[in-house]
């Protein structure tokens, strides 16, 4: 279990992160309130595609790597949710908002709409938030890379 301690190792490991890759951070903003194993940290920069990349890829990595490196200083395991400049929850409205508003065309005309390929993680915010209506229902094809999502009339 993480404490207030941890907290600040979390924000100061972070921080030396950053600063060894030469990114100047703005802010460092460390949260406990996710869940009980997850930490999340939204850094804010003033040029954030550096570090987020083409449809979030280093974004992931950076997480990734990070994640190791607080898990193995801490000895503590946990997951970690990195945010840059707000970029994910951003991310997250748009999709929600893109799948309510396709679900209501697909309702109405009584056709499916095809999405774009996405990674698991975005897909996961479409299916779940359509998950509670009785008019379309969702599911998801291809493979890989190339994974979508189908928004069908139910």
Known sequence: ??????????????????????????????????????????????????????????LFETQRLLRTILNKKLQKFFYLNLDINDYKKKKAEYLKDLAKNLADEVALA???????????????????????????ITESRGESHDRYIVIKPK
Not at 5 to 15: G, L, P, Q, S, V
Not at 21 to 42: A, H, P
Not at 127 to 135: F, V
């Open 110 to 136: 009584k056709k499916e709409k095809i999405l774009f390929p996405m990674p698991s993680h975005e897909r996961r915010i479409i299916h779940t938030e359509l998950s509670q209506r009785t008019d379309v």
């Open 1 to 58: 279990m993480l404490d207030k301690n941890d907290a600040e190792k979390i924000k100061e490991i972070t921080e030396e992160f950053f600063q060894r890759m030469t990114i100047d951070i703005l802010q460092v903003e460390v949260d406990f309130s996710l869940t009980i194993d997850v930490v999340g940290i939204n850094i804010k920069i003033e040029e954030p595609q550096i570090l987020i990349g083409e449809r979030g890829q280093t």
